[in-house]
């Protein structure tokens, strides 16, 4: 079981709006850890999508865009193209683990 | 363009070692810290290991305390996994990525990954 927790899988129209949520407690983002996602399809390299919970490194798109809340962090994806049919996952920091931490990931299936 | 190239991964029986290797290109190395990143068969990512980027300082996941050892060789911008005493839960494909180290800072860049297979 993950420390963070993401739902299983969500799926969107072409066009459609998505949104992935991270929820966490308050030994990682609720006490002020940064949140990160990466979009990784498998047999691949993972990518950093957002940094800092809503920073986007250079080339990713602006569809793609992160909040952050209490103990809680969302990834939301804009105009869903097929080309971002992949894992999701979200990380942080905790400091009762002394270690950095994942979500167990979400799998977005374009439709 | 920056680079993480991991090898060194196979099949070993349980109990057995096995030494992973992370090759960096294009990257100021001795100035990022690096990490092992896993992900097991049908699993989520798993932080497994991180080291800072004089080499000083490391850490490690619960889960391979004792067992596994990273290092790194900022001449040859290698990075190194020392894994003795495998288990089966072990096994996993082993990404190495890089980080600015701080406790904030994400994983920028990775690696394609190696396969580790614990098997008899």
């Known amino acids: 079981q993950s420390v963070l927790t993401q739902p299983p899988s969500v799926s969107g129209a072409p066009g459609q709006r998505v949104t992935i949520s991270c929820t966490g407690s308050?030994?990682?983002?609720?006490?002020?850890?940064?949140v990160h996602w990466y979009q990784h399809l498998p047999g691949t390299a993972p990518k950093l999508l957002i940094f800092g919970n809503s920073n986007r490194p250079s080339g990713v798109p602006d569809r793609f865009s992160g909040s952050k809340s209490g103990t809680s962090a969302s990834l939301a994806i804009t105009g869903l193209q097929a080309e971002d049919e992949a894992d999701y996952y979200c990380?942080?920091?905790?400091?009762?683990?002394?270690?950095?931490?994942f979500g167990g990931g979400t799998k977005l299936t374009v439709l | 363009e920056v680079q993480l190239l991991e090898s060194g991964g196979g099949l070993v029986q349980p109990g057995g070692s096995l030494r992973l290797s992370c090759a960096a290109s294009?990257?100021?190395?001795?100035?990022?810290?690096m990490s092992w990143v896993r992900q097991a068969p049908g699993k989520g990512l798993e932080w497994v290991s991180a080291?800072?980027?004089?080499?000083?300082?490391?850490y490690y996941a619960d889960s391979v305390k004792g067992r596994f050892t990273i290092s790194r060789d900022n001449s040859k911008k290698m990075l190194y996994l020392q894994m003795n005493s495998l288990r089966a839960e072990d096994t996993a494909v082993y990404h190495c990525?890089?980080?600015?180290?701080?406790?904030?800072?994400?994983?920028?860049?990775w690696g394609q990954g190696t396969m580790v297979t614990v098997s008899s």
């Open positions: 080291i800072s980027g004089s080499g000083g300082t490391a």
């Open positions: 990525a890089n980080s600015g180290g701080g406790t904030q800072d994400a994983f920028d860049i």
């Open positions: 294009g990257l100021t190395f001795s100035n990022y810290a």
């Open positions: 308050s030994s990682n983002i609720g006490t002020g850890y940064d």
């Open positions: 990380q942080s920091y905790d400091y009762s683990l002394s270690g950095w931490v």
